[in-house]
Every structure is written in structure tokens, then in C-alpha cells.
């Protein structure tokens, strides 16, 4: 039998949103985070230019392959992923699955002036206000963890806050979920988050769903600059990648290579 990773990273995060609550009641975190003065980078913005968008990740492991990257400096990969031509940073603040911290995506924001995507299982509310106070410029939310309704508001409360938000989806039900809740940045991923094998085909068969006006996002798998053409012909333009930046000896030049 398969692992379920999506089931157990999710129960994780309920216990981690109820921890968190007792070091910050949520009453006390919103008062915080309304009152926050803060600069707001366009991470839609920067994925709403002609040619190729990358959105470049900073990624120490995963459930299924383990530590990819235990050494990886926050600061070093960011300012790399800058020069590379990103078009924005995506950090992941998960611990227990992909060793990340909230430290690590402080590091990251403030070695650059890209914006910033916090990569995360967000279930609650708690967490968009997290968010805000972290320094975040998008958050991800992805479908198959979130109830229509909850999706809807958790976008609603997003615009609020002006968070951008990067909505996930991976199958056909999950992309009228998104159309459901008005979601206009659409990450196609190709992994799927219960097994976590990976196929660039799902992005190409799945973007011709998408409506006209929302902006498709190719996620996982895409290893090299065949893979960004195949997903270009089918009209993605948009990339988040992740394993394959991490694991390349040069990153900038990876970068570059795959923006051609």
C-alpha cells in the first residue's frame, strides 16, 4: 500500500494551528497582523509579464525523497535565484515534511526583492494572518485540504489583506473548485500530493479547463528547458520549480537556461 503523505501532513498541521493558537491566541494575532506596516511586492504582478515566469523555490527535502538540499542557505539560494532572473521566490515554512522554518523564509525575503510566495498545508484562517506577519506576498492554497466554502473565504480574506494567492488544483473536480471560489492565479500541480508521483502531462492536459481570464502556473517535475517548451506549446507560461533549481551545481545558470 501506497503512503498517504497528504492525510499525515494534514493531520500534522492541525496539531501544529492549535499549538500555535496557545502561543498566540488568534484574537491577538489579527489585532497584529491589521496593524502591521509592511511592503507589499507584486508577486501576480511579476507572473503577468510576456515570456517565462519562474517561480523558484527554496527547498530542503520532501516526503518522498527525503533531504534534498539539509545545507542549503536561505540568503545564498535567494540572492542566486535573483540574479537567475526569477520572477518570484517561493519558500517553504513547513518543518516536520520538508525541513523548512519560518527563519528560513525571513532569510530568503530579505536577501532580495522579490516577492514572496509562503509554501505551506494552510487549513485555518490562523494561518493567512501567519502569513501577513511572516512578510508573506502570495500564500498557496490548495484545493484537494479545503472545502469549496472555505477556499472562497480564505481567497476573500486574502484580497482583504492583499495577499496574492496561489490556488492548487490537480485533477478536473479541483479546477471547478477554483472556478467555485473566483481563484485567478491557478497552480496546475503535477505531482500528486497523496502518492507524489510526478507527471508534466497533467499541466498540459488539465490548463485547457482553466477560464481565459485566470493565469496558469505549471508546478513540480519540470526539470530542464524541453519541459518548460512542452508546457509553453500548451500555453502555460508560468513555472514553479523547485527539486531541480535546488539540486543544480550552478542555479543562476540553470535558471537562465530554462528561461532561454
Known amino acids: 500500500m501506497k503512503t498517504d503523505f497528504l492525510s ?14 496557545k502561543r498566540i491566541p488568534e484574537k491577538q494575532l489579527i489585532q497584529d497582523a491589521l496593524t502591521l506596516s509592511r511592503t507589499r511586492r507584486p508577486f501576480m504582478g511579476n507572473l503577468e509579464r510576456p515570456g517565462v515566469n519562474i517561480i523558484a523555490e527554496i527547498k530542503r527535502a520532501s516526503p518522498s525523497k527525503g533531504l534534498i538540499c539539509p545545507k542549503l542557505d536561505p540568503a545564498a539560494y535567494a540572492s542566486d535565484y535573483e540574479k ?8 517553504l515554512t513547513d518543518t516536520p515534511y520538508f525541513q523548512g522554518s ?38 498557496l492554497l490548495i484545493v484537494r485540504i479545503l472545502s469549496r466554502e472555505q477556499l472562497r473565504d480564505y481567497l476573500s480574506l486574502s484580497k482583504e489583506l492583499n495577499l496574492d494567492a496561489l490556488v492548487e488544483v490537480h485533477s478536473a473536480e479541483e479546477i471547478e473548485a477554483a472556478n467555485f471560489a473566483g481563484a485567478k492565479l491557478v497552480g496546475i500541480n503535477n505531482r500528486n500530493l497523496s502518492s507524489f508521483e510526478t507527471n508534466i502531462e497533467n499541466a498540459v492536459n488539465m490548463v485547457s479547463l482553466l477560464n481565459p481570464d485566470q493565469i496558469p502556473v505549471a508546478e513540480s517535475g519540470i526539470r530542464g528547458r524541453e519541459d518548460i517548451e512542452t508546457l509553453q506549446q500548451a500555453g502555460i507560461h508560468n513555472f514553479l520549480i523547485g527539486e531541480s533549481l535546488v539540486r543544480a551545481s550552478d542555479p543562476q545558470a540553470f535558471l537562465k537556461s530554462l528561461i532561454g
Do not use: H
Open 102 to 139: 519560518f527563519e528560513d523564509f525571513k532569510t530568503a525575503r530579505a536577501a532580495v526583492s522579490l516577492p514572496v510566495l509562503r509554501k505551506d498545508f494552510l487549513i485555518s484562517s490562523y494561518q493567512i494572518y501567519e502569513s501577513l506577519m511572516l512578510g508573506a506576498d502570495a500564500i
Open 84 to 91: 537567475g532572473s526569477t520572477a518570484a521566490l517561493s519558500v
Open 8 to 21: 499525515k501532513i494534514v493531520a500534522q498541521k492541525k496539531q501544529e494551528v492549535e499549538a500555535a493558537k
